[in-house]
C-alpha cells in the first residue's frame, strides 16, 4: 500500500493542492518499506491532474490537513481514499496512522481555495484516543 501525505519541511501541509511536494510511504507488513517524493505540479491541486498522477504510481490513501470537496472527490474518483485533519510531523502521522489512531475529521473547506490560502489553525491531528 501507498500512502502520500502533502508535505512542507517534514510536516503535513494544511491545503493539498499548495503543497511543496508529496511524501510517498510505501507500507508492507504494517510497517514503513520505502519513502519518495514527488514534487508538486504548478496551480490548484483538483485540477491540476495530481490525483492521476498519484493514481499511476500506486497511491490509495492521502492523509491530509485540509481539502475542498472539490478535491477530495477529484482524489476519490482515483481510487485514492482520503483522510482530513492531520497535521505535525510526517513521521509521527505515518507511525500514527499504522497504529490506527487516525480519523477522518470530515473537515472540507468551504470554498474553493485555488489561489488563496486559509489558515486553518483549528484543525489538529484528529486520533482514536
Known sequence: MK???????ERVDDHFGHCDHYTIFTIENNK???RETLASPQGCGCKS???????NIGVELMLAGNMGEGAKSKLNEHNI???RGCSGNIDELIHSYLNG???DSGIGCSEHECGSHH???DIRL????
Open 3 to 9: 500512502i502520500a501525505v502533502p508535505t512542507r519541511d
Open 32 to 34: 514503513v518499506v520505502n
Open 119 to 121: 489558515n486553518h489553525d
Open 126 to 129: 484528529f486520533t482514536g484516543n
Open 101 to 103: 489512531e487516525i480519523l
Open 49 to 55: 491532474g495530481i490525483a492521476g498522477d498519484l493514481q
Open 81 to 83: 481514499n482520503v483522510i
